[in-house]
T-cell receptor, first 116, second 111 residues
Framework: GAVVSQHPSWVICKSGTSVKIECRSL??????MFWYRQFPKQSLMLMAT?????????EQGVEKDKFLINHASLTLSTLTVTSAHPEDSSFYIC????????????FGEGSRLTVL | EDQVTQSPEALRLQEGESSSLNCSYT??????LFWYRQDPGKGPEFLFT???AGEEKEKERLKATLTKKESFLHITAPKPEDSATYLC????????????FGTGTKLQVIP
């Protein structure tokens, strides 16, 4: 299977600061990556679709100015949580698929964000 | 809107006690149904893709089956290391790749 690496695996920050999470596809090129958020005992919620070389597509209800996504290359997408607040504390997971016509997603290890 | 419902929410089995997890889905044309395993504090690990009713896939003690309305993940003679949350997801046919996930079944296998 394809390998997706995510960093950092956990981060603690003060309220009002910004945090960047990186997602890399290690052994394949990903023109599209997906960012999810997961609350305890809840399903994965798609936040946005990250497209290489173009603007991300955000799901309804997700603030694009709060969650900045950049897909600078075919192997790297970043999620920046700007001016983080305690309610932004969550588990963030990125994923990628091998191609447009393949459905399965391969996930990174996830990043646990805690905002104090 | 696509929907995925998994049951039971939690399942506790003795080691060696076989059982099945259920995933019921509603989707406007199915491109694929996926099963994932998720350990605490980790991202989901891909297990299977099923594309059409009647299809079956196996991996070690796991076997996934698919009908037009639901999928089952059968676990035969489970071991403690099979303890995890199992997620089901569907991808609709069409151009957009959005995948909808269920809330998962948390499986605990007791030695």
């Amino acid at each position: 299977g394809a390998v997706v690496s995510q960093h950092p695996s956990w981060v603690i920050c003060k309220s009002g600061t910004s945090v960047k999470i990186e997602c890399r596809s290690l052994d394949f090129q990903a023109t599209t990556m997906f960012w999810y958020r997961q609350f305890p005992k809840q399903s994965l919620m798609l936040m946005a679709t990250s497209n290489e070389g173009s603007k991300a597509t955000y799901e309804q209800g997700v603030e694009k100015d709060k969650f900045l996504i950049n897909h600078a290359s075919l192997t790297l997408s970043t999620l920046t949580v700007t001016s983080a607040h305690p309610e932004d504390s969550s588990f963030y997971i990125c994923s990628a698929s091998l191609g447009v016509n393949t459905g399965e997603l391969f996930f990174g290890e996830g990043s646990r964000l805690t905002v104090l | 809107e696509d929907q995925v419902t998994q049951s039971p929410e939690a399942l506790r089995l003795q080691e060696g006690e076989s059982s099945s997890l259920n995933c019921s889905y509603t989707v406007s044309g199915l491109r694929g149904l996926f099963w994932y395993r998720q350990d605490p504090g980790k991202g989901p690990e891909f297990l299977f893709t099923l594309y059409s009713a009647g299809e079956e896939k196996e991996k070690e003690r796991l076997k996934a089956t698919l009908t037009k309305k639901e999928s089952f993940l059968h676990i035969t003679a489970p071991k403690p290391e099979d303890s995890a949350t199992y997620l089901c997801a569907v991808r609709p046919s069409g151009g957009y790749q959005k995948v909808t996930f269920g809330t998962g079944t948390k499986l605990q296998v007791i030695p």
